[in-house]
C-alpha cells in the first residue's frame, strides 16, 4: 500500500520527485572540516551544495522531463522507493551493530579487559578522587598481582562463621520457625573493586567451593584445589573443562575464552566445572512459575526435599552434610545455605547474596543478634518472582568411569532449555 501511494504520488508531483531527489544528496566529512556533497544519480561530489542541486536539476531535466528520455517518471519512481528501501536497511543493520555492541558490553564479552584491568582502574579512581591513598594504591595492587599468580583468592571479602552462628541462633528461636536445615561450613564471598557487577557466578562458586572442602567425602576429586581459587583461576578451570569436551555449545558461546574477560557464568558453566572435578550434580530448570503472582512454590518443594531427606527427625535444627545450591535467574545468581519451615507451614529461603558486602553479614556473627539480620538471608515465596529459575543440586563424586558416562550422555543434550545471555545449553531437567 505504502509503494503504490509512493509511485503515484511521485507520478503525479515531479516536482515533489525533485525536492526528494534533493534530499537524498549525501555527505561526507573531509577530515579537514569540509564537506562533500554527493549526486544520488551519479555518485559526483562536490563541495557546495548550491551546485550539487543545480546538477541534480539537470539530470531530471535530461532524463526524466525532456522528450525522449532515456528515464520514465516511473522509473525513476521506482529507483526512489528502492533508494529509499536501502537507506532504511542500512538504518536498522546500524542499530543491530549498536544493540550488539551495547550487550557485548552488557555481558563483559567486549574485549575491555578482565578482573585485573578492571580492579586497577577501581583504584586509580578511588585514588583521584580521594578515596584512597597512593602507597594503599600500590599495597593492594602488588597483593592482587601475588594472589593472582598463584590463582587463589585474597580472602579480602570473605566471612566465615555465617552458618555456625544461624546454628546457634536457631537453638533458641522459638517464636516462627518450626525446623531449619542449613548446610555446613559455607563462607561468604562478595563482588570486589575487580569483579563488581559481573561476578556473581564466580562468587558463588567460591561459596559452593568452601562447603565442599570442609567435606571429606570430596576429599579425592579435590585433592588439586585446596584453597579457594580467584576469579582468573575459575575461568581458566572452566576452559578446562571445555577442552575437556564439556558443554561445546556454551564454549563457543564464549569463543572458547572467559580468561581476561569480564563474561558472565551461570547454572552450565557451574555445571561443566564441577563434573570436571568428579563432583556429581544436577541443573534443575523452573521454567515458569507454578503459584499464583508469578511465584515458584516448586522451587521451594524441591529444595525442602534436598535438605530433609535423609534428614528428617525430631531435631528443630539440621546443620546437614548437603552442600549449598547454586541459584540463578536471569541477571543475577545466589547462594542457597538453607530453608526453614515456619510454624504456619509456609517455607523460607536462606541464601547468600555475593552482592552484599562483608560489613553487613558480619552482623549475623553478633552473639546478642535478635534475627533482624536475617532479613539479608531470607527470602520467602512471594520473594522471588522473575519469569525462570535454575539450581545447579550436588550429589556425591562421581568415579572416572561415572565422569566419562555423564560427559557422553550430557552431549546428547545440548539443545536445551538455557536462561538466555547468562548460561549455556547442557542437560537440563525440566519441572
Known amino acids: 500500500m505504502t509503494t503504490r501511494f509512493t509511485l503515484f504520488f511521485l507520478l503525479t508531483n515531479c516536482c515533489v520527485i525533485t525536492r526528494i531527489l534533493k534530499n537524498c544528496i549525501s555527505f561526507s566529512d573531509t577530515g579537514n572540516g569540509e564537506q562533500l556533497y554527493e549526486?544520488?544519480?551519479?555518485?559526483?561530489?562536490?563541495?557546495?551544495?548550491?551546485?550539487?542541486?543545480?546538477?541534480?536539476?539537470?539530470?531530471?531535466?535530461?532524463h526524466s522531463f525532456s522528450e525522449g528520455g532515456n528515464i520514465t517518471d516511473l522509473e525513476l519512481a521506482q529507483w526512489l522507493q528502492t533508494e529509499e528501501d536501502k537507506q532504511q536497511r542500512s538504518?536498522?543493520?546500524?542499530?543491530?551493530?549498536?544493540?550488539f555492541k551495547k550487550l557485548q558490553r552488557q555481558y563483559g564479552l567486549d574485549n575491555s579487559g578482565g578482573y585485573k584491568q578492571q580492579f586497577l582502574k577501581n583504584m586509580e579512581r578511588e585514588v583521584n578522587r580521594g578515596r584512597m591513598q597512593p602507597f594503599e594504591y600500590h599495597k593492594r595492587k602488588a597483593d592482587m598481582m601475588e594472589c593472582l599468580a598463584f590463582g587463589i583468592d585474597d580472602g579480602k571479602t570473605k566471612t566465615s562463621g555465617v552458618i555456625e552462628a544461624l546454628c546457634k541462633y536457631y537453638q533458641n528461636e522459638n517464636k516462627d520457625v518450626r525446623h531449619v536445615w542449613l548446610s555446613t561450613g559455607v563462607d561468604h564471598f562478595h563482588s570486589?573493586?575487580?569483579?563488581?557487577?559481573?561476578g556473581c557466578g564466580y562468587r558463588n562458586f567460591q561459596m559452593l567451593l568452601s562447603s565442599l572442602l570442609q567435606n571429606s567425602l570430596y576429599n579425592d576429586c579435590l585433592r588439586d584445589t585446596t584453597l579457594i581459587p580467584s576469579i582468573p583461576k575459575i575461568q581458566s578451570m572452566i576452559e578446562d573443562a571445555w577442552r575437556e569436551g564439556f558443554d561445546p555449545h556454551g564454549a563457543s558461546h564464549f569463543n572458547?575464552?572467559?580468561?581476561?574477560?569480564?563474561?558472565?557464568i551461570g547454572a552450565c558453566e557451574i555445571y561443566s566445572l564441577l563434573t570436571s572435578l568428579r563432583i556429581k550434580?544436577?541443573?534443575?530448570?523452573?521454567?515458569?512459575?507454578?503459584?499464583?503472582m508469578g511465584t515458584h512454590p516448586r522451587l521451594f518443594e524441591w529444595i525442602l526435599r534436598y535438605y530433609s531427606t535423609d534428614n528428617e527427625g525430631g531435631a528443630k535444627v539440621a546443620c546437614t552434610s548437603k552442600p549449598p545450591i547454586y541459584l540463578q535467574h536471569q541477571g543475577h545468581s545466589r547462594t542457597v545455605v538453607g530453608i526453614e519451615e515456619r510454624k504456619n507451614k509456609t517455607l523460607c529461603l536462606l541464601l547468600?547474596?555475593?552482592g552484599c558486602p562483608s560489613q553487613e553479614m558480619q552482623k549475623l556473627l553478633k552473639q546478642n543478634s535478635d534475627g533482624?539480620?536475617?532479613?539479608?538471608l531470607r527470602k520467602f515465596v512471594g520473594s522471588l518472582k522473575e519469569k525462570q529459575y535454575q539450581i545447579v543440586a550436588i550429589d556425591g563424586v562421581l568415579s572416572l568411569e561415572e565422569?566419562?558416562?555423564?560427559?557422553?550422555?550430557?552431549?546428547?543434550?545440548?539443545?536445551?532449555?538455557?536462561?538466555?545471555?547468562?548460561?549455556?545449553?547442557?542437560?537440563?531437567?525440566?519441572?
Request: charge should be negative; proline fraction near 5%; include cysteine.
Open 352 to 354: 547468600f547474596d555475593p
Open 192 to 198: 570486589s573493586l575487580g569483579d563488581r557487577g559481573w
Open 372 to 376: 533482624t539480620s536475617l532479613k539479608l
Open 91 to 99: 538504518e536498522e543493520e546500524k542499530r543491530e551493530r549498536e544493540e
Open 281 to 292: 550434580c544436577q541443573i534443575i530448570d523452573f521454567h515458569k512459575p507454578t503459584g499464583p
Open 403 to 431: 565422569k566419562a558416562v555423564t560427559y557422553c550422555g550430557h552431549i546428547r543434550y545440548l539443545q536445551t532449555i538455557r536462561i538466555p545471555k547468562l548460561s549455556s545449553g547442557v542437560f537440563t531437567a525440566t519441572l
Open 256 to 264: 572458547n575464552r572467559l580468561h581476561g574477560s569480564k563474561a558472565w
Open 39 to 62: 549526486c544520488p544519480m551519479c555518485s559526483l561530489t562536490c563541495t557546495n551544495i548550491q551546485i550539487l542541486e543545480e546538477h541534480v536539476d539537470l539530470h531530471l531535466e535530461e
